[in-house]
């Protein structure tokens, strides 16, 4: 499994690699993520090959200039230079260095899975002689399009088209990807109609819920509301969420709880604070798995604003602790959630008034609150496992292993080598971070 950023606190990708390939163990197989900084967190019997970059959005200093004795090669001469030029480089730069350190281990592996880096270097592995299927959880040309909309200036849009210039290589590489995973319907067909892939090579495999994500065991806070976002971004829709929190305050005793990290100075503090509302707005974030689902558990309404999700663990994470949610109407939202309003109620992303009533109407009745956060937990428990993720991404590997050796007996292909049936023998992680939260 290949991921160029992997911790959990990174977003759904994160938890996508951990919890797969937990399971995928469980099921029997050999499984080796390989990823770049920051490191991920993996279980027991899942090993952990570090591909290491200059590590250029590390906390505390993001956009740092390394000094001259960490630069090795010429990938790194070519990541610093597309960050020092406003550009994003990890994906290409992690896909380089992957298949420079597979070329060595082609008799290793079965086959190599792409967590989204899309790299130009990911075709070059199966070039190698590795088959390669990949998963995109959503295309990033729909952050770009939110991010372009909410740029207020000139300059900042074409900073932002400088940063998103990598999905021209993404789309290349989405549409030459022998097979591609997807974890919703809604994400395959923006997949489709933003990178051009053929509908045909992909495969919808909703993702799971870890069993950690239960029901609070004591009282919730009155008033609590509680949002969720794996980034301080216009896509997260907390604009909205803030505005209509506001208008909430000015006739009943909220509170608002949001678990992310804002940008300091940021667009989120900013307009926090020019609503008047800092002193009823808490942050979260530095938390450990167990004290998550305490603060997910512990508020009267959860709300997902997102104007886009391709599939929103979070969402899917809240039901399972049995807290009534007010959702947008938004990309794979209502796939996650159901469209019968059974177990949560959906309003128009980024309509203020429409969110401000629906959460005011459930705040104000504890009988709906209770049957939606039921009816949530029960579709979870229905829908959302990790194992049913890994079987079917097993059977997703054994049909794209077939079809690679069926091109190669056919004599269709040029690649040199064929994978074996044996994959190695895996131990713990080399080296484990401190655990990091969403």
Not at 349 to 364: C, F, H, I, K, S
């Given at each position: 499994m290949l991921s160029y950023r992997s911790k959990p606190h990174c977003g759904g990708q994160g938890v996508y690699i951990r919890h797969l390939s937990r399971e995928l163990v469980r099921l029997g197989h050999e499984v080796e993520v390989f990823s770049g900084q920051p490191y991920p967190d993996l279980d027991e019997g899942v090993r952990l090959t570090k591909v290491p970059s200059l590590d250029l959005y590390r906390e505390p200093d993001p956009f740092r200039t390394p000094r001259p004795s960490e630069i090795r090669d010429l990938i790194d001469v070519e990541e610093v230079l597309t960050m020092w030029t406003a550009g994003f480089p990890e994906p290409k730069t992690f896909s380089r260095r992957v298949a420079r350190v597979l070329r060595e281990r082609v008799g290793d592996f079965d086959v190599a899975h792409d967590n989204q880096v899309l790299g130009y270097g990911i075709l070059d592995i199966e070039k190698m002689g590795i088959p390669l299927l990949t998963t995109i959880h959503h295309?990033?040309?729909?952050?770009?399009?939110?991010?372009?909309?909410?740029?207020?200036?000139?300059?900042?849009?074409?900073?932002?088209?400088?940063?998103?210039?990598?999905?021209?290589?993404?789309?290349?590489?989405?549409?030459?990807?022998?097979?591609?995973?997807?974890?919703?319907?809604?994400?395959?067909?923006?997949?489709?109609?933003?990178?051009?892939?053929?509908?045909?090579?992909?495969?919808?495999?909703?993702?799971?819920?870890?069993?950690?994500?239960?029901?609070?065991?004591?009282?919730?806070?009155?008033?609590?509301?509680?949002?969720?976002?794996?980034?301080?971004?216009?896509?997260?829709?907390?604009a909205t969420l803030l505005e209509a929190f506001a208008k909430l305050r000015t006739e009943r005793d909220v509170s608002l709880v949001l678990v992310t990290t804002p940008e300091p100075g940021g667009r989120t503090e900013q307009l926090i604070d020019r609503l008047g509302i800092t002193e009823h707005v808490t942050f979260v974030n530095g938390v450990s798995d167990a004290e998550l689902v305490e603060v997910m558990g512990s508020a009267e309404?959860?709300?997902?604003?997102?104007?886009?999700?391709?599939?929103?663990?979070?969402?899917?994470?809240?039901?399972?602790?049995?807290?009534?949610?007010?959702?947008?109407?938004?990309?794979?939202?209502?796939?996650?959630?159901?469209?019968?309003?059974?177990?949560?109620?959906?309003?128009?992303?980024?309509?203020?008034?429409?969110?401000?009533?629906?959460?005011?109407?459930?705040?104000?009745?504890?009988?709906?609150?209770?049957?939606?956060?039921?009816?949530?937990?029960?579709?979870?428990?229905?829908?959302?496992?990790?194992?049913?993720?890994?079987?079917?991404?097993?059977?997703?590997?054994?049909?794209?292993?077939?079809?690679?050796?069926?091109?190669?007996?056919?004599?269709?292909?040029?690649?040199?080598?064929?994978?074996?049936?044996?994959?190695?023998?895996?131990?713990?992680?080399?080296?484990?971070?401190?655990?990091?939260?969403?």
């Open positions: 295309p990033i040309a729909i952050d770009r399009r939110i991010d372009l909309a909410a740029a207020p200036t000139l300059r900042k849009k074409l900073a932002l088209r400088r940063w998103y210039g990598f999905l021209r290589m993404q789309g290349k590489v989405a549409r030459q990807a022998r097979a591609i995973l997807t974890p919703s319907d809604s994400s395959a067909r923006d997949i489709a109609r933003d990178f051009g892939v053929d509908p045909g090579r992909m495969r919808t495999v909703l993702l799971g819920v870890d069993d950690a994500f239960v029901p609070p065991t004591t009282p919730r806070v009155p008033g609590r509301i509680l949002a969720m976002a794996s980034a301080d971004a216009p896509m997260k829709g907390i309404v959860a709300c997902v604003p997102s104007l886009y999700e391709g599939f929103s663990l979070p969402t899917a994470e809240l039901m399972a602790c049995e807290t009534p949610l007010v959702a947008s109407r938004a990309g794979a939202i209502p796939e996650v959630v159901g469209e019968d309003g059974e177990c949560a109620v959906l309003v128009e992303p980024g309509d203020v008034g429409e969110l401000e009533q629906a959460l005011a109407a459930l705040l104000d009745d504890p009988v709906r609150r209770e049957r939606l956060g039921r009816a949530g937990r029960r579709r979870v428990q229905e829908l959302f496992s990790w194992r049913a993720v890994a079987e079917a991404t097993a059977a997703a590997y054994e049909d794209t292993i077939a079809g690679f050796r069926a091109e190669q007996t056919a004599g269709s292909t040029t690649v040199p080598t064929t994978a074996p049936t044996t994959a190695p023998t895996t131990g713990h992680p080399t080296e484990e971070d401190s655990r990091a939260d969403r």
